[in-house]
Structures are given as structure tokens and as C-alpha cells.
């Protein structure tokens, strides 16, 4: 571990991830940027000059420089990146106004995946009221008003206003705009077939010509009878896109484990690495022609890569196999940990955004514990057998990469399936041949000449495919759901892992000291949150259309006045860890929290209450009352309305609460009220 820290390309790496944490939290003029960077660069420059006297003193300045320069770049590069630090961007220029009016011109970039009212893409701007622009929206498209499904480079003249991206509105949720906003997707547009025009496509990029490609190869293998989930599975496979996989398939690989056989990434990769040097290994016979069939390597790899629509998974795959592939031509197969390093500190110099995705870090975090782990596990069972020790090999891989991901993946997705191994001994021995032949399907495909019975049997071995995750993810009582897991929790497993792996690696006893710190870390986090969660008291007015939900928390429990739960309260219940109180249900018009009283006024309008003044007044299912005289009467601390009432009643007591100088919350607006003690 200490000996591959020492690794400079791993300091570096480290560096420019601090610098890019610094730049994305924190907000910093850029021309600082510039001057800090100019400064240290000539520090730089100095102290490497006084290094080469063998000043020992200087030689330290110099690795600091470089580390601080690195962090400089990692700051730099996320701050120039980001299209809202540019003066050119659509929202920093005088034409660009919210919720009103615009002209604008778009240019489709990516076909995204569609709901039920709604083709969704992702749009580039180039014009805004005539004035040339940058900038990337999301495009939601009304389906019944389109004849024509829009593609990759169609340019389009729409006369709609920008909305802002919906905000988190429920404690715990997904947070949707948060996402988008790593994709640098700041705003949206709603368009119907009234409120735009197609227009001449000016140039093709090479989205556009890898949506070609991809188009063409789609039609070929309808013509051959593929269809349904057998279609959209080898678009998933073989051509990266995730469009058209169906819900239910969809949450059947998750539930099984295996989800990331539907994304193009190492995995697929190294199967059609493997097939190109088969094929190109004669060229070596030839004068420069291992030289030859590295560049046809390396070029029909990032071929592939822009076919599959350079998705983050792929280019980082593609990547990495490129160093690898060089690494080969040169014969020096340099270590697995360098070319993963290297390739993480390239794509994150280039593309920062990368580090905030999750695939990002689960991919990386895999193949670093497939490296690390794998061998460790192996050698706990040999066989000379060659099926079984080809099955353990593949099992101890699936062990390890699990051990890795388990506490990210839990983190994010609060779920564990049991029989991930189980999917991945059925499909991953096979899915090579799969690739493979997935790829020669396509090849005939595209030039009219693949037999009909191939395509049969290829569809039969897809079905049989998806057959086998489908059975696995019906054992519903293997998957663990609903795990409670914070961050620091996350942290504190991850470092009593490492360190009782570095122990069970060699022995040593200082590596057992820092074993027990890390397991008293953890122990130290779960009290300190246990004691967090038992002191914690919340009253809570949920932002849900469909129903009216109110939560009064008390310490490690919570009572709802439904028995109902729905994607809100299981949100809440999972990331506070939480339990929900069934034996208690609250009172559908006072609720009394933290010596205030709550009044609730649902359709019924009713809230002449005596004995008792509230203090806080929730207006849900659109009551029919006079606002103003029920201000004057109970004359209440807050207003909140819930999303449950009709918007024309909320915009008109909002206009008399400020009238009456009463605060007014607004649920819709401002997301889920919450009151803590």
C-alpha cells in the first residue's frame, strides 16, 4: 500500500481531485484562478532550478509546488469547464429570461430516455433571440403532438420559456436537478408541435454520425425479426444505449445484481480487445506491423467508443485499454494500478464532472478491488481441476468486486440483492461468446447476408438471458432492501475493510493497531448517529399531489396520519433509519409539537377550535374558506399550504397572507416544510 501511494501519478491524482472537490463547492473567480496558477508555475519553475543544485530545502519546495499546482489545475479545470463561469452561456447574456417568452434555436445532442407524456432529450442552445450562445437544456417533447421522432443533429426554432429544474422537494429523494447538474443541464424546455420548427441541419457532429450508425444498425436487425426486449438488449450490450430497456427488465437485472452487464464499460471492452488482437496478431509477422495493429486497435477501440455514444463508462474503458494496448506494443504491460491511475487522472483532467457520477465511482472502485482482493481470495482455494478453478476464479471476481462497491452501492441505492453471484456465475462465463456474437450478428446484418437462423438463435439466447435474470430477481428473499447508510458510515466501513485487509495481507502489528482504530471509528459513528436519531424530533408536511402527508417524528420513530406509504415517506424512513410507528396514527386537525399546536384544514374548512389557539396552520385538498377571515381569527405563525391544493387557491392566499404581513410556505415552491426541535 505505502509503496504504491509512493506512486507519483497517485499523488497527482489525489491532488487534482482535492482541487476539483475545492473547485465545485466552493465558488472562485476565475481570473484568480489564472493569477494563482501563473504564480505557482513560476515558484515552480524556481525551485525546480535550486532542486537541481541538490539544495536539499528546495527539493521539498519543489514536490509541494507541484503538489500545490496540481490542485491549482484540479480547480482550474472544473472552474473553466463549468458553461456557467462563461460570459457565452444562455443564462448569463441580456435575452435570456425564465418563465417568459424566447426564441430559440436548439440542436439535439442525446435521444434520452422517455415517460409517459413525454419524449425527453438533451439539446445543445445555440441561439437565444438571435444572439449565438452556449449552453446545454434538457427538451421534453409532447408525444402525441410529434409525427416524427426527433434525432441526434435535428436543429429546431422554439418559441417556449425556460423553466427552472424541479429542486428536491422531499427530504432523502433522488435528487434529480442535482444530477443534471452534474451534466451541466441547468434549465428545461416543455414544446409541443405548435411551438417549433425543424429547420435545415447546417453540419453533422459525431453524435450525430454515431446516431446514424446506430440507426442504420437498428433497422438491419428489425428486418431480421429482432424486436421487443431482445432489440433493446443488444442496443445495451453492444451499442451502450439504455433507452429503450423496459422498466420491469430493467429493475429485473437490478434486483439481480447484474445491471452492469447493461452498461457498455471494462468488461465489454476487454472482450473486444481480446477479439482485435486475435484478429491483428498476423500483422505482427510484417515489418512495423505490430506498430500497424496497435493504431487499428486504438482506433477501432475509440471508434467503438463514439458508435456506443461515448458514454462516461465507455470512454473511461476505452481509456484504459488504450494504455494497456500501448503498453503491449511496447512490451511492457506496465501495472494494472498504473493504467488505472493514469487513465482516472486523464479523464478527470479533461472531464471533472466525471468524479460526481456514480458510475464513475463503482467502476473504478471494482476493478480496484478485482486487482487488489481477487488474488488474496483465489489462493484460498486451489484446484487442479479446470472447471472448478475456473468457476472459483469467477466467483472470488464477483466476491470482489462486491466487497468493493457494497458500502458506495448502499450508500446510493439502499439495497443489496443476496444472489448477485449467482447471475453473474450464469451469464458472465457466456457473455464473451454473447459479445462476440452479437457483434458478427450486426456485421451480417448490416450487409444483407445474415441467415435468418442465426438471428433466430441469437434471439433465443438473449431470451434465454434475460430468462435467467428474471428467475433470479423473483427470489425477492434474498434481496435485503431499505438500508439505512450515511456517509461517515460509508467512510468508517471502508477503512475497517482496508485495514483488515492489509492485516490478513501481512501481519504486522501496527497494521492490527490501525485494524482496531478503524473498528472503534466505527463503533464511535454508529453510537454518535444512534444518539443523533434518538434526540432528533421533526414535524414534517410532505409535498405530494396525490395525498396530504404529515409526519410528527419523536426520537428513532415516526407516525403519519396515513397508513399509506409512498416514495416520499419510504424515502424518509430509509435515509433517517427511522422506524414508522403503526400502532399510532395522528389526528386529522390538531397535532400538538414542541409546546405549538398545528391546526389542519382539509376540504372540509372546519377551524373553530375554542379551547385552542394554534400556532401553525397546514392547508390541504383546497378548503373553501375565507383566508383572511381565518387570519384575523386565529392568527396563526405560518401559513403552509401542502401541493394537494389547487394552485389558483395557493396563488391567491399567498397575495393575503402578504397582505396580512402573515409568512406563507409553499410546498410546491419550497419543497417539504419541516419543523425541528
Known amino acids: 500500500?505505502?509503496?504504491?501511494?509512493?506512486?507519483?501519478?497517485?499523488?497527482?491524482?489525489?491532488?487534482?481531485?482535492?482541487?476539483?472537490?475545492?473547485?465545485?463547492?466552493?465558488?472562485?473567480?476565475?481570473?484568480?484562478?489564472?493569477?494563482?496558477?501563473?504564480?505557482?508555475?513560476?515558484?515552480?519553475?524556481?525551485?525546480?532550478?535550486?532542486?537541481?543544485?541538490?539544495?536539499?530545502?528546495?527539493?521539498?519546495?519543489?514536490?509541494?509546488?507541484?503538489?500545490?499546482?496540481?490542485?491549482?489545475?484540479?480547480?482550474?479545470?472544473?472552474?473553466?469547464?463549468?458553461?456557467?463561469?462563461?460570459?457565452?452561456?444562455?443564462?448569463?447574456?441580456?435575452?435570456?429570461?425564465?418563465?417568459?417568452?424566447?426564441?430559440?434555436?436548439?440542436?439535439?445532442?442525446?435521444?434520452?430516455k422517455s415517460n409517459v407524456n413525454y419524449a425527453k432529450y438533451e439539446a445543445v442552445v445555440l441561439e437565444i433571440n438571435n444572439e449565438k450562445v452556449i449552453g446545454k437544456i434538457l427538451l421534453n417533447c409532447k408525444k402525441d403532438s410529434l409525427n416524427n421522432t426527433l434525432k441526434v443533429d435535428?436543429?429546431?426554432?422554439?418559441?417556449?420559456?425556460?423553466?427552472?429544474?424541479?429542486k428536491l422537494l422531499n427530504p432523502y429523494g433522488f435528487n434529480y436537478k442535482k444530477y443534471l447538474v452534474n451534466q451541466q443541464i441547468h434549465h428545461q424546455i416543455y414544446v409541443s408541435s405548435s411551438s417549433f420548427l425543424k429547420l435545415p441541419t447546417e453540419s453533422k457532429t459525431i453524435y450525430g454520425i454515431a446516431a446514424t450508425i446506430r440507426n442504420s444498425i437498428n433497422a438491419s436487425l428489425i428486418k431480421n425479426g429482432f424486436k421487443n426486449n431482445e432489440l433493446a438488449l443488444i442496443n445495451a450490450l453492444l451499442l451502450g444505449q439504455r433507452q429503450t430497456v423496459s422498466d420491469d427488465l430493467l429493475d429485473d437485472y437490478k434486483d439481480a445484481g447484474a445491471v452492469h452487464i447493461l452498461a457498455v464499460s471494462g468488461l465489454h471492452i476487454g472482450v473486444i480487445l481480446l477479439l482485435l488482437l486475435f484478429l491483428f496478431k498476423s500483422l505482427h509477422?510484417?515489418?512495423?506491423?505490430?506498430?500497424?495493429?496497435?493504431?487499428?486497435?486504438?482506433?477501432?477501440?475509440?471508434?467503438?467508443?463514439?458508435?456506443?455514444?461515448?458514454?462516461?463508462?465507455?470512454?473511461?474503458?476505452?481509456?484504459?485499454?488504450?494504455?494497456?494496448?500501448?503498453?503491449?506494443?511496447?512490451?511492457?504491460?506496465?501495472?494494472?494500478?498504473?493504467n488505472l491511475v493514469i487513465s482516472m487522472f486523464f479523464l478527470l483532467l479533461f472531464h471533472p464532472f466525471y468524479l460526481f457520477e456514480i458510475g464513475f465511482q463503482l467502476s473504478y472502485l471494482a476493478v480496484f478491488s478485482i486487482v487488489w482482493i481477487q488474488p488474496k481470495l483465489e489462493n484460498l482455494l486451489i484446484s487442479e481441476i479446470w472447471f472448478f478453478k475456473k468457476a472459483w476464479q469467477l466467483f472470488t471476481v464477483s466476491i470482489a468486486a462486491q466487497l468493493g462497491i457494497l458500502p458506495l452501492s448502499l450508500f446510493y441505492f439502499h439495497q443489496f440483492p443476496g444472489l448477485f453471484f449467482v447471475a453473474n456465475m450464469l451469464i458472465i462465463p457466456f457473455l464473451g461468446f454473447i459479445l462476440i456474437s452479437g457483434i458478427v450478428i450486426i456485421i451480417l446484418s448490416l450487409f444483407k447476408i445474415l441467415p435468418q437462423f442465426l438471428a433466430d438463435f441469437y434471439t433465443i439466447i438473449l431470451k434465454g438471458m434475460n430468462g435467467i435474470?428474471?428467475?433470479?430477481?423473483?427470489?425477492?428473499?434474498?434481496?435485503?432492501?431499505?438500508?439505512?447508510?450515511?456517509?461517515?458510515?460509508?467512510?468508517?466501513?471502508?477503512?475497517?475493510?482496508?485495514?483488515?485487509?492489509k492485516w490478513l495481507e501481512k501481519r504486522y502489528y501496527y497494521r492490527l493497531v490501525l485494524t482496531f482504530i478503524a473498528v472503534i471509528f466505527l463503533q464511535f459513528t454508529l453510537i454518535l448517529e444512534k444518539y443523533h436519531r434518538q434526540k432528533s424530533n421533526e414535524f414534517i408536511v410532505f409535498n405530494n399531489y396525490k395525498e396530504s402527508i404529515i409526519g410528527l417524528r419523536k426520537g428513532d420513530s415516526i407516525v403519519f396520519n396515513s397508513l399509506k406509504l409512498n416514495s416520499a415517506t419510504k424515502s424518509y424512513l430509509v435515509g433517517t433509519g427511522?422506524?414508522?410507528?403503526?400502532?399510532?396514527?395522528?389526528?386529522?386537525?390538531?397535532?400538538?409539537?414542541?409546546?405549538?399546536?398545528?391546526?389542519?384544514?382539509?376540504s372540509l374548512g372546519l377551524y373553530n377550535f375554542k379551547s385552542i389557539k394554534p400556532n401553525i396552520?397546514?392547508?390541504?385538498?383546497?378548503?373553501?374558506?375565507?383566508?383572511?377571515?381565518?387570519?384575523?381569527?386565529?392568527?396563526?405563525?405560518?401559513?403552509?399550504?401542502?401541493a394537494t391544493n389547487y394552485k389558483s387557491y395557493i396563488n391567491k392566499w399567498e397575495t393575503t397572507c402578504i397582505k396580512n404581513k402573515t409568512p406563507f410556505y409553499n410546498t410546491m415552491q419550497k419543497g417539504a416544510y419541516i419543523l425541528k426541535e
Open 469 to 501: 435474470i428474471t428467475w433470479v430477481s423473483t427470489m425477492d428473499y434474498f434481496i435485503i432492501r431499505n438500508i439505512t447508510l450515511s456517509f461517515m458510515m460509508m467512510i468508517s466501513i471502508y477503512l475497517c475493510l482496508l485495514f483488515v485487509l
Open 1 to 112: 500500500m505505502i509503496k504504491f501511494l509512493r506512486f507519483v501519478p497517485v499523488q497527482l491524482t489525489f491532488f487534482l481531485i482535492t482541487g476539483i472537490l475545492i473547485g465545485n463547492y466552493f465558488e472562485i473567480n476565475t481570473q484568480e484562478i489564472v493569477v494563482l496558477n501563473c504564480a505557482v508555475i513560476l515558484l515552480l519553475l524556481f525551485s525546480y532550478f535550486f532542486a537541481n543544485k541538490n539544495l536539499k530545502y528546495f527539493n521539498l519546495f519543489f514536490k509541494g509546488f507541484v503538489f500545490l499546482a496540481t490542485v491549482l489545475i484540479g480547480v482550474a479545470t472544473i472552474s473553466f469547464q463549468n458553461n456557467l463561469n462563461n460570459n457565452r452561456h444562455y443564462s448569463n447574456t441580456l435575452q435570456f429570461k425564465t418563465d417568459s417568452l424566447s426564441q430559440t434555436v436548439l440542436k439535439i445532442r442525446k435521444v434520452l
Open 285 to 338: 509477422q510484417f515489418k512495423n506491423g505490430k506498430l500497424i495493429a496497435t493504431s487499428l486497435i486504438v482506433s477501432l477501440l475509440w471508434f467503438y467508443a463514439v458508435i456506443a455514444g461515448l458514454s462516461p463508462s465507455v470512454v473511461r474503458a476505452v481509456a484504459m485499454f488504450t494504455a494497456l494496448s500501448v503498453g503491449l506494443h511496447l512490451n511492457k504491460p506496465s501495472n494494472i494500478y498504473n
Open 154 to 166: 435535428d436543429e429546431l426554432l422554439v418559441k417556449s420559456e425556460f423553466r427552472e429544474i424541479p
Open 578 to 602: 427511522v422506524n414508522k410507528n403503526d400502532s399510532l396514527e395522528l389526528n386529522h386537525f390538531l397535532i400538538s409539537f414542541k409546546n405549538l399546536n398545528i391546526l389542519v384544514v382539509d
Open 617 to 642: 396552520v397546514v392547508l390541504q385538498q383546497s378548503p373553501k374558506i375565507n383566508l383572511e377571515r381565518l387570519i384575523n381569527k386565529v392568527k396563526p405563525e405560518i401559513i403552509i399550504a401542502d
